[in-house]
Nanobody, 121 residues
């Protein structure tokens, strides 16, 4: 069992930055691929970024490539999402996810409770 707790969301102006954190419980954090997803009002949840178990490989949605950076600290059981040059269309609830697979899938094994990110124009 893995519990994920996100933090770092908030209200920011367009062009600003936020750093999301996701703290995981348990001693097997490095066994999971990790990812971030988001869901805007009235829309389906969508993939944002993913990182491999070791942190050597990262993947991004085209909409955030070049602006967002995912990273992880396996010693601290934490995954991060650095979000720069934020746009109003980035407004959503952001969810952390953990997957036993080598790469994150669309049906991860565990989800966090989500953290709200609001970008004002």
């Amino acid at each position: 069992q893995v519990q994920l707790v996100e933090s770092g969301g908030g209200l920011v102006q367009a062009g600003g930055s936020l750093r999301l954190s996701c703290a995981a419980s348990g001693r097997t954090f490095s066994s999971y691929a990790m990812g971030w997803f988001r869901q805007a009002p009235g829309k389906d949840r969508e993939f944002v970024a993913a990182i491999s178990r070791s942190g050597s490989d990262t993947y991004y949605a085209d909409s955030v490539k070049g602006r967002f950076t995912i990273s992880r600290d396996n010693a601290e059981n934490t995954v991060y999402l650095q979000m720069n040059s934020l746009k109003p269309e980035d407004t959503a609830v952001y969810y952390c996810a953990a997957d036993r697979s080598v790469l994150i899938t669309n049906k991860p094994d565990y989800w966090g409770q989500g953290t709200q990110v609001t970008v004002s124009s």
